[in-house]
């Protein structure tokens, strides 16, 4: 890591809020869902899908999550009524998950639901590893009533390939595949990039080869480079399988893949939780937080 990024990075936590909040703007939506419907239709009218996170996430109260599951049902009808081309992600600590798994599966039952009754899909995300079990089991107690969701599957994991084939078997076959953010032990999780991009490739060529739809979410040039060729190899449709990013990462090579004539979806995260989800970010791609950093001070000092 660049000495000066880490040092960025390290000091985030002491900037003041504000500060902060200029150097996330363009990971995060704003506070206020207006704010995250007028960045779903600018990334609608340039031909890309989008999905609408509601931040927050580790909560201590069953009340927290009953707001967060209300607040994620007003999104849901906010896409229907907007006409957006959107679907939305949820966090299952968000939702009570480490209070009560069968309290969070309710929870999420009903956000499902709302989902469905209005022709939209949820995507469950996937945290620590501490939560890969009950999340998988959530999702699995879902799918038995609801075939309108799909899960997020970290392919640093070592487990990672069993769970998609276990749950393939199941004939669950929706997925988002992601390198991983969170930081675990080597004894369950890939450390070296060579062996995380080997592990990647091998599930999305799994998953693909199980007519499972994939979401490649990847703002890995390699990773893009390598998928395209699998797909080209498998002679996939474009309804087979889409690419999704982060707002604000990468958003030339975002452009390059729609011009390549492949279909994407941006992450779009909102709400008043965006402080630690920005320091969450910055600590991920300390490159990012350097540059940001520097080019604030640039236009100051004009």
């Not at 996170?53 to 009524?81: C, F, M, P, Y």
């Not at 600590?283 to 350097?290: D, S, Y």
Request: charged share 25%; proline share 3%.
């Amino acid at each position: 890591m660049n000495p000066f990024n880490k040092l960025v990075v390290a000091a985030v936590p002491f900037v003041p809020k504000p500060i902060v909040r200029k150097f996330a703007s363009r990971y995060i939506a704003g506070e206020e869902i207006s704010g995250a419907v007028a960045v779903v239709k600018k990334l609608n009218s340039q031909g890309m899908m989008a999905t609408l996170d509601v931040l927050g996430e580790s909560i201590s109260h069953r009340n927290e999550a009953t707001q967060a599951a209300d607040l994620i049902v007003e999104v849901i009808k906010t896409i229907e009524k907007e006409k957006l081309d959107s679907n939305v992600s949820i966090k299952l600590t968000q939702l009570g998950l480490k209070l009560d798994k069968h309290f969070c599966f309710e929870t999420v039952r009903s956000i499902v639901q709302a989902a469905k009754e209005r022709n939209n899909f949820v995507r469950i995300d996937m945290e620590d590893s501490t939560c890969t079990d009950d999340t998988i089991w959530v999702y699995t107690q879902i799918r038995k009533q609801f075939d309108n969701a799909g899960i997020v599957l970290q392919a640093y994991l070592h487990r990672t390939e069993h769970d998609a084939v276990s749950m393939m078997n199941e004939g669950l076959k929706n997925f988002r595949l992601c390198k991983g953010i969170y930081i675990e032990p080597a004894e369950i999780a890939f450390k070296e990039k060579r062996e995380i991009n080997n592990n990647f490739m091998r599930v999305v060529e799994t998953m693909l080869k199980e007519k499972a739809y994939v979401g490649i979410a990847t703002h890995d040039r390699e990773l893009v480079e390598s998928s395209y060729k699998l797909i080209k190899a498998m002679n996939l449709q474009k309804h087979e399988y889409e690419f999704q990013m982060l707002l604000g990462v990468q958003p030339e090579l975002r452009s390059r893949i729609l011009k390549d004539g492949h279909r994407i979806r941006v992450y779009v995260p909102f709400g008043k939780q965006w402080y630690r989800y920005s320091i969450r970010r910055f600590k991920e791609n300390p490159n990012v937080a350097g540059q940001v950093f520097k080019s604030l001070f640039s236009r100051n000092s004009r």
